[in-house]
């Protein structure tokens, strides 16, 4: 009787651990998929980019240029993309609302130049990124009207959103104080 319960105690043990490998072993296609880990750059010339190329690119194998100076030349993104696609990272470009990046063809000359080490454009960040890092007045809103047309108005009192993420009503021109 003990050497059935010990027998069956071994067999249920390597189930057990069968049954855990098996579902815990990566499938074929998940090995394929790569991982990225990067940087993004938001400098103002190409000389950084490259130092900040050459200080990351032992550990990490992507490159976003998140230059609002540098994403719009078009000259700067393929000397930036160059150097850091030649020093064995991938390469993307930011590109958000404001920027309405400069045209397909650049993505599409991108694309034959670097190939698979292009991963594409990283569109938009977070809504409302600018808002929360930034010193910002509320002055105008922006409301569709029944006829489908965009219509600027006034806001009234006026909210103004400080550096240190304080907010502040203004009527008139005169605070009302600090709402947070």
């Known amino acids: ?64 240029l998140q230059s609002g100076t540098l994403q719009r030349n078009n000259t700067a993104m393929d000397e930036i993309g160059d150097y850091a696609i030649a020093s064995g990272l991938h390469f993307s470009v930011y590109s958000g609302v404001d920027e309405a990046f400069q045209s397909n063809e650049w993505i599409d000359a991108a694309e034959q130049r670097w190939g698979n080490q292009f991963l594409g454009i990283y569109y938009n ?41 304080g907010l502040t009503f203004y009527e008139n021109g005169s605070s009302m104080g600090p709402l947070l």
């Open 1 to 64: 009787m003990k050497r059935v319960f010990i027998s069956a105690a071994i067999l249920l043990t390597a189930l057990v651990l069968i049954a855990v490998f098996v579902v815990n072993s990566p499938r074929v296609d998940e090995k394929s998929k790569p991982f990225y880990v990067g940087v993004t750059f938001c400098g103002n010339t190409t000389a950084e980019a490259k130092l900040l190329v050459d200080k990351v690119k032992n550990y990490t194998n992507l490159f976003v």
């Open 125 to 165: 960040d977070e809504p409302g990124g600018k808002m929360l890092d930034d010193y910002v007045a509320l002055e105008e809103e922006i409301t569709l009207d029944t006829s489908g047309q965009w219509v600027v108005t006034s806001v009234s009192p006026k909210i103004m959103k400080n550096a240190g993420g």
